[in-house]
Structure formats: structure tokens, C-alpha cells
């Protein structure tokens, strides 16, 4: 099966969170004592590219590069980001654009994509001197794909693997006869989601902070275990989620995020909750799972490193008994969440999200508004709203358990 010892990164370390929207989440620890990187440039050209960071201090580093799309990944301890706004955009010369962030517990991770194939010539950290931070500096050069693929499988596998779920103890094992219910904020860490149009809000906060929330209702009814992929500003990938809920015998799965278009995309609102299909419902449907889908390309996580037991996960395995049931959790929400939210038009949706795709895991995708559209993103930073949303989730919950018990297929 190939599961390897594997930790999620549920403690509470070090958190990045900007902004408002996770200060809760925040309270527990701040970042006091990590590297801080407080600058990065990109100079040079096409010939020659070099990625300079400067550092507080002097840190190791690990680089290595990923094919398809072509990227160059950096992997340090834990440090604290506190560069300009929007670095990382706009690149220069081989590098098209970066982004950076925390990866798992301990550790930060920066990619860069890159217009093509390159060689990473020189990767080192300079101490610091009298005038000058520590400096980390990357220096590329064009490569052909061969060299790139012959160096991409010599060299990709991160120094240190990236966060996985663990094998905790079934409910069953720790004597709690409640069903287990998993939240899932989507993103996290160096994948922010998609962002308001004026870039203010990030997904990964909104909806980390919407599920903390929803967690604490579900958990005063008493009625169900809620665990969740991530409770902090933590980059968990696609695959480990599943495999998270899977190990917990989860019962339901809620994966929650908030939308957006592209310019010109047309003004679509409201919430939309989604249910696994190979056959995306609409072409919105299906761009949007790509969107999603994108996490683990975000990350620089490297696709192939994945166990079979996950990648051999075939949606038309997916058991039909788990479609009816994700269906009428979805079906449940729809109904509740109109009486505290806009909806989407077509509010029911299917396509294939990777993070649906436990196949005996009822699961749900919930894009609670489009950070596109201003109207959603002003109820979303709305306490009164996310309150309501909130009890109408719980109630769907609370309805969908009802049902599935009455009809005596609880498990
Ligand atoms: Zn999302």
C-alpha cells in the first residue's frame, strides 16, 4: 500500500495568516522566533535568470525542479514571509511568476514557474555581512528537456516529505460512537486560493476561518466528532485529504471554499454545492474543478511520489451507495442554505474534483459565494451571514444524519 508514516500538520506552530479574517486562529501561537524573508528579486534574462531572497538569517535550502508545468522548488525551515504586496506576480527573464508560503509545520516552500526547461546552476545562502542580509540566490539557465527530465527524477524528492495525514485511531478504537465528520478548508499555506479582485482576501483565510466556525457548531449540538484536514495556515495536498477522512472513517466529508471568475466571466453569485462526477454538469462546473484541482501544482507536489492505493482511486469506482448518500447531503444543504444565503442559479452541481473522491466517504464541495463578485464577498466578511450559513450547514447536517439513520444504512 505504500502508506508510509505520514503526519498531518494539525498543531498549531507558527501561523502566517494576513489579515483579519484568521486572528482567531491566530491567537495560539505567533511567529516569533522563524527566519524572517523580507524581500525577493528576480534579475537577469532569458540567458541567465537569478532569484535572490534576503534573509534575517542564514538557512538551509533545498532545490530541486518539477516538470509539467515546469517548476523550480525551494525548500527552507519555516520562515516568516514578510515580503512586498503582490511579489511574485510578475517575473522576469526564465522565471514567469512565484509564490511562496508555509508547506507543512516547519517548514516554507517557494516556486517559482519557469517559461521552459532550465538548470538550476547555482542554489546557496549567504551569510550575512555589514551592509547586507543573508541572502538566498538561485541562479538558472535554459536546459533542454532531456536534461531537465533527467534532473527532475535524480533530484525531486523533497528533502523532507511533505505534511501527510496520519493513521490515527478509529472512533470506534477511542470509544466514541458518534459519527465523524471532516472539514476540509480548502488551500492552505502556499496555495492562497483565489483572491477578491482588489487581492485584499485570500480564499484559504475566509474559508479556514467560515470552517473554525462551522466546526464549533457542529460541535455544540454533541452530536457528531468533527475533525479537520487543517486548522491552521497549513498547505495540505488533495490526495491526504481523502486519505485523512478515509483513515478516520469519516461518515461526511465537507470541503469548503468560495469561488471566483476571471474578469469577463460573466457576474455569477451565490453558493454552489457540488457532489464527485466524471461528467462535470455545466462548463463552469468543469473549470472549476480544475481550478481546484490545481492545489497540488501550486504546492510543487509531486504527483508521481503518490501511493498507488490514491491514484488508482477511479471515479466510476466510487461506490454507488456513496453518490445517493453525497447527493442527499448535498441536496439537504442546498435547501437550508437557501433560507440564509443567495444561491447560485444552479445551485447543485457535479464535476470532478480530486478531493471528492473517497469512494466510501459521502462527500461535498461548498463554494460559499464568488470573491469575484462584490455582493458575495461583502456577505462573506459578514458576521451575521457566515452565522446564518453556518446554522443552515448544521441543519442540513443534522438532516442528512436523520435521514440516513432512519433509513437504517448508518454505519
Ligand atoms: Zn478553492
Known amino acids: 500500500m505504500g502508506l508510509r508514516a505520514r503526519r498531518i500538520a494539525l498543531g498549531v506552530l507558527g501561523l ?53 508545468p515546469y517548476r523550480v522548488v525551494i525548500d527552507l525551515p519555516q520562515v516568516t514571509f514578510q515580503f512586498p504586496d503582490r511579489a511574485g506576480e510578475r517575473g522576469r527573464g526564465l522565471i514567469k511568476a512565484f509564490r511562496y508560503g508555509l508547506v507543512m509545520a516547519g517548514g516554507s516552500r517557494i516556486v517559482l514557474d519557469v517559461t521552459g526547461p532550465v538548470r538550476v546552476d547555482k542554489s546557496f545562502v549567504l551569510e550575512p555581512s555589514d551592509s547586507q542580509p543573508a541572502r538566498l540566490v538561485l541562479e538558472l539557465a535554459p536546459a533542454s528537456r532531456e536534461a531537465f527530465m533527467r534532473a527532475a527524477t535524480v533530484d525531486s524528492r523533497p528533502a523532507r516529505p511533505p505534511a501527510r495525514a496520519s493513521e490515527p485511531a478509529s472512533p470506534a478504537a477511542s470509544g466514541d460512537p458518534r459519527p465523524v465528520i471532516v472539514l476540509d478548508p480548502g488551500h492552505g499555506g502556499i496555495d492562497s486560493g483565489t483572491r477578491a479582485r482588489d487581492g485584499s482576501e485570500a480564499e484559504k483565510n475566509l474559508v479556514l476561518d467560515f470552517s473554525l466556525m462551522l466546526r464549533d457548531k457542529l460541535d455544540k449540538t454533541g452530536k457528531y466528532k468533527v475533525v479537520m484536514t487543517r486548522q491552521d495556515d497549513t498547505f495540505v495536498p488533495l490526495a491526504d485529504r481523502v486519505r485523512f477522512a478515509r483513515s478516520r472513517n469519516a461518515q461526511l466529508f465537507i470541503s469548503i471554499h468560495c469561488d471566483a471568475l476571471a474578469r469577463g466571466d460573466g457576474d455569477a453569485q451565490g453558493a454552489t454545492v457540488y457532489t464527485l462526477s466524471d461528467h462535470a454538469s455545466d462548463a463552469e462546473a468543469a473549470k472549476l474543478a480544475d481550478a481546484e484541482n490545481r492545489a497540488d501544482v501550486i504546492s510543487g507536489v509531486d504527483l508521481s511520489v503518490e501511493p498507488d492505493d490514491i491514484a488508482g482511486i477511479l471515479i466510476d469506482l466510487a461506490q454507488r451507495e456513496t453518490r445517493t448518500f453525497s447527493l442527499q447531503m448535498a441536496q439537504h444543504v442546498v435547501n437550508q442554505l437557501k433560507t440564509a444565503a443567495r444561491m447560485h442559479k444552479h445551485p447543485l452541481k457535479s464535476a470532478g474534483f480530486r478531493v471528492l473522491k473517497a469512494p466510501d466517504v459521502p462527500s461535498v464541495l461548498i463554494e460559499l459565494g464568488y470573491v469575484s463578485s462584490r455582493k458575495d464577498l461583502k456577505q462573506l466578511m459578514s458576521e451575521a451571514w457566515r452565522t446564518h450559513a453556518g446554522d443552515a450547514i448544521v441543519k442540513a447536517v443534522d438532516g442528512y444524519f436523520t435521514t440516513r439513520l432512519a433509513g437504517g444504512t448508518g454505519r
Open 16 to 68: 502566517i495568516c494576513a489579515g483579519t479574517l484568521c486572528a482567531r486562529a491566530q491567537t495560539a501561537a505567533q511567529p516569533a522566533d522563524y527566519p524572517v524573508a523580507s524581500d525577493a528579486r528576480v534579475g537577469g534574462d532569458a540567458k541567465q535568470t537569478r532569484f535572490v531572497v534576503d534573509l534575517s538569517q542564514k538557512v538551509e535550502i533545498h532545490a530541486f525542479t518539477l516538470p509539467d
